[in-house]
Each structure stands twice: as C-alpha cells, then as structure tokens.
C-alpha cells in the first residue's frame, strides 16, 4: 500500500500523516481551551496579562503535541529533554517564587475573595485593593502609601474584606452618668440611628444598657449599614449622637471616682 | 405642580421652594430645601421646564435600584386575588427641554429617606425603605411628598400567605402623573416566602400623563431580575422577592 511506503529510515507515510492529524488535534484542543480561557478570564484580567497567559498555554499545548508525535518520525528527542530536564531544574530553583506568585494569582483570579475597590486587611496589611496582577496585589493603605503584597502572600493569609458582604454591623459604646436618665438617653440615641438615612431599618439597630461601670453607665448600640457606606455613617452618627445627648441634658462623665471619709472617733488629750 | 414650566416657574409646598429668577440679564434654576440652596445658571431663554415624578431610588444617595415597602399584613387566603393601595415616597426629577431634547438639571425629594436590608447580609440587598398603611380606597396624599401605588396580590396557593412587604424594581418603574403621582404594580405568590414583582404601563386615573423614566430597562444581572413575562404582547422585567414576603 502506498501509506506503508517508507520515506526514511523506519518512518512511512501512515506515520507522516498520524503525525500530522496528532498535531492538527492538539491545535483545536488549544485553541478550544484558549477561547474559553479567554471568556472566563477575560473580566478577570488585564488584556496583557490575559494574553500573555493564552500564549503560554497554546504553545504549550503545542509543545506536548511535539513530544508526543516526534518519536513516530523517529526523532529521538530524549537528548533534548534530558537538556531540557536539567535546565528546568535550574530554572524552577532559581524563580520558585515567581511561579509560586504566578499560580497564587491564578487561583485568587479564580477564587476571588478580595475585587478592586475592596477594603481589606490581608496579613495585617490594611487599605484599598487598587490592583489584581498575576504576580502580586496592589493595595493602597489609609495613609495613601502603595502597597505591593505577592500574591503569595495574598493567597496563604487570612484576609479580612471589609466590604465582601451587603451590609455590616458596627458597635458604639457610650457612657452616661450615673445621674443621667439612662432611658431617655436610650431613646435619643434610638431616635438619632432611626433619623439617619443610611443606618438601616433592618436588620434593626439594637440599643441597650450593657454594663454599670466604674465611672458611668455604658450603653451600646448596635447599627446595621450598607458595607460601601459603613464607615460614614459610623463616622457621621456618633458625632450626631453626642449632640443629641448634649441637647438632652445627657452628661457623658469623665472617668471618675468618688470617696467617701467615715467619722473619727475624738480622744482626750492627755493633761499636762 | 407636575407637568411643564415656563421661566415664571414659582412652587412654595412643604418647606421646597423651586423658581427661576432673572438677574443681571441670566436665568437661573434656584431649588431650596430644608436650608440647602441648589443654584443653576440656565443659558437658553426659550427652555421648557418639567417637573415629573421619577423613580424614588435616587436620593440621598443611588445605593439601590430597589424600593421595599412595608404595609399593614394582609393574609391572602388560597386561590386569591386582592387589589390595595399603598404609599410610595416621591422624588422629582426637574428637567430642561429645548428643541426635542430633555436633560435632568435637578433631583429633589423632601419625604425623609431610609434604606433597609432585605434578606440577609450575605447575598441580601440594600432597597429604599417605606413604611405605607394599607388602604382600600385610593387615600388622600401631598403630591411633593408621597404617591400612590395600587398593588394587586395574587395568591394562586392553595395555603394562606400573609403578606407586609412588597419590594419593587426601580428601573422598571412606571410612574404617571395627574394631580398625584402613581404606579400600579403586582405581586405574584410563588410560594409562602417568595413572589414576583412587576409594574404595569397604565395610569392609575383618567387623564394621567406618563412620567419621564430616568432609566431605560435593561436586562442587567440585579439580584433578583432574571426574567421577563409577556403581558398583552408587552414585555415586563419581573423582580423575584426571595427572601419572603412579610
């Protein structure tokens, strides 16, 4: 037959074009995975990063389509992957952390736990998410200073996200003196939280006396917010809180502390 | 109050004041409320100025695209239908129309604003919070400060379901305007804790005029609006409540 018809050495036609069908399954194979790399990946990443990324990934599929079809052409590749082998071994030793970097920020990509804009704590690093990179994360903390965590770090911490969820709780606790009525300062404090257009109706804010304490009676309210405007209205409603109380004859006492001297016993004085 | 202006514009309802002024040869937009001062300089003397009711999901802030009222319960029995009137609050959209285009200039709203949480704060959502009586009669309202909504519930169970609270999307609203401002909604029971939502393009009396929508329908991924019905051959967003209906 003229498929067994021998081109060189053992090589015939048959293997030629098994070669060939091998090599043309693996380019749909990556170009499949490609494209739907893409469409998941692609509100995920930066476009050259994304890119980059699809490039690695076909011409490495391409390269296993290779190693697989070449020895049926009798091209003994086992010199070039001995070679091969060694100089990933140097390779791998010397960037170990880039690639552990690289594959931690492919699973954050996947995972997701923090998104650009997020507030968080990731390893004690608190602030803004400006960026998600393959490599590392770029936060900005309070005080505006850039911050560059490797995404290995990102990955194996524990990390806080501030805004993950819709809503969040907040806690103040205020002290009021002794001699202030504690249920019409509950009441202010109740009114001022209901009056404030973002301090959610629900889950409804709790207000209460929680302890006697040394220097005055501690109240504690508990307030839901939206997790994007939590920190306003924590910061706003306290302030206004004051005032009202102020307003309401509420006195918020400094620490303090009252002694009370028992009667002496007088004594004689001795004559003389 | 709603409908189309000339610069002689001049409301004083509620503590709002709302006029055009002319000075030093300019015409300018003045809005005051509750010691705030909105000021804007109108170039074009020929301008027309329309005061509608817009979607009420804008002010103090554009935190949500939905609004959650809470009403007296109603306890639908099985195989029910029962139509109601509640209150919504109202926001005004003051625009500029000149030569066929219309642009927004102004929002203001004097009913006091609050947001609430409707399900839970992991997947739950932010919605703009009123607190409505439930009425049987169209009631008597400010028409500055709050409209009218007639909501028809239907309960297709064979079980009773109590129902408080209706949470409406607000981009799909359809607002008309006469001398109050209205909407007419529906809620379909799914089950004992869910129901859907959607608005119909009618006015609530004779004579109502369509109010201008400060947004166009689109079918974005909101929690809860995954699906349109046909209705009369006119498509309407449906809004899912999921996490229950008092």
Known sequence: ?272 | MFGTHDYSLSIDRQGMRIRVERSSGVFRYIRETEGKRVEKVLSSPYARILLHPVEPVNLPKKLTRLLEIEFDPVVMGPNSEKTFYLKFPIEIGIFLEEDGMRDVIDLVSIAPPKFSLYGNPRSGVITRYFRSNTYFDIPEVEPCLEGVLKLTVKNPLRENVEVSRVVLEGHSMMLYFGRFASMIAYLQIVNSQTGETYFMDEPLELGMERAIKLYKVRRMPVAGLERAIMIGGIEHSVFTMEWGLT
Not at chain 1, 92 to 121: C, H, M, W, Y
Not at chain 1, 164 to 192: H, P, Q, T
């Open chain 1, 1 to 272: 037959m003229i498929l067994d018809t021998i081109l060189y050495n053992d090589v015939t036609l048959r293997d030629l074009l098994l070669v060939l069908v091998i090599l043309l399954v693996f380019a749909f194979i990556a170009k499949v995975i490609t494209l739907n790399l893409k469409k998941s990946l692609i509100d995920k990443m930066r476009k050259s990063e994304l890119e980059l990324l699809l490039k690695i990934v076909n011409y490495g599929i391409l390269l296993l389509a290779v190693i697989v079809s070449f020895p049926m052409l009798s091209i003994d590749l086992s010199g070039l992957l001995v070679a091969g082998g060694f100089g990933a071994l140097v390779i791998g030793f010397a960037s170990q952390s880039v690639v552990t970097n690289l594959v931690s920020g492919l699973f954050l990509i996947i995972e997701r736990p923090v998104k650009i804009g997020d507030q968080v704590n990731i390893g004690g690093v608190e602030g803004y998410v400006e960026d998600i990179r393959v490599l590392s994360t770029i936060m900005r903390g309070y005080d505006g200073v850039y911050v560059r965590v490797p995404n290995e770090k990102v990955f194996t911490s524990t990390i806080l996200n501030y805004v993950a969820d819709v809503a969040r709780i907040f806690e103040y606790k205020i002290g009021i003196a002794y001699g202030s009525d504690a249920e019409k300062a509950l009441n202010i404090v109740r009114g001022v939280i209901e009056a404030h257009p973002i301090a959610l109706k629900y889950p409804a804010p709790v207000v209460f006396v929680d302890e006697l304490g040394d220097s005055s009676v501690n109240i504690v309210a508990r307030i839901w917010a939206p997790s994007i405007e939590w920190f306003s209205v924590r910061s706003e409603l306290l302030l206004q809180i004051k005032q009202a109380l102020d307003k309401g004859g509420i006195e918020i006492p400094f620490p303090q502390r009252v002694i009370w001297f028992g009667e002496r016993e007088t004594r004689n004085a001795p004559e003389g």
